[in-house]
């Protein structure tokens, strides 16, 4: 029997309402400055605090460069560089655009080792480490021929180990198809925040709809 992983298509989620706490900031890491100011104002029309930086403000020494205006971190939303998930048009670009992405990859152990504290602090309301990726909308396993094996396997696999590691904390891998204008995108985002569903740990949301990954079982012939 040969098992494989797939695609297997999902409604979209429940919504709940967390309250947020406002001695804590919700952190936007990206440098898609459309969607970033499509999710900021989602975010604040629910109440929440929100600070917006790119990758580039956040160098190696991850958030502690910004404190202490930036306070506790009650959330971080990164979102992948723009070439992630989108063509090159020449082999420098794409070396370019591996070295980015694999940057920001790199980074997300960083940062989640700098806020695991944070995130996991005895009596804390609802926590996020949520990490945006923009290659098919599927996870990298639909037909598109952007995927991005490197930065997939990576984050996707952080966040399985955070899940296992932090269960107090909502850790979600959320791919996005990088046809979905900002508005749209931003409200999927939010949408997957605010689902009450822990065991989920990663998703997709493409044009066709919400997706997430499962195991299909084959027999040998």
Request: net charge negative.
């Amino acid at each position: 029997m040969i098992r494989q992983a797939a695609i297997r298509a999902m409604s979209r989620p429940d919504s709940a309402e967390y309250a947020w706490d406002p001695d804590r900031v919700c952190v936007i890491l990206s440098d898609d400055a459309p969607l970033s100011a499509a999710l900021e104002k989602r975010l604040v029309a629910r109440g929440w605090r929100v600070a917006v930086y790119t990758h580039s403000a956040v160098p190696g020494g991850g958030l502690d460069v910004l404190a202490p205006p930036l306070g506790r971190v009650g959330a971080l939303i990164s979102i992948a560089p723009e070439s992630t998930g989108l063509a090159a048009k020449s082999a420098g670009e794409a070396l370019l655009g591996n070295a980015r992405e694999e940057a920001w990859l790199l980074s997300q152990f960083r940062l989640a080792r700098q806020l695991s504290p944070q995130l996991n602090a005895l009596g804390a309301p609802r926590t996020w480490f949520v990490a945006v990726t923009r290659i098919d909308g599927q996870l990298g396993l639909g037909a598109s021929p952007h995927a991005s094996g490197v930065v997939a396997a990576g984050v996707y696999g952080l966040v399985k180990t955070l899940r296992l590691e932090w269960p107090s904390v909502f850790c979600r891998a959320i791919d996005l198809h990088p046809e979905l204008d900002a508005p749209f995108a931003a409200e999927r985002i939010v949408a997957e925040l605010h689902d009450p569903d822990q065991t989920l740990g990663e998703v997709g949301h493409c044009l066709d709809g919400r997706s997430t990954v499962g195991v299909i079982e084959e027999h040998d012939a």
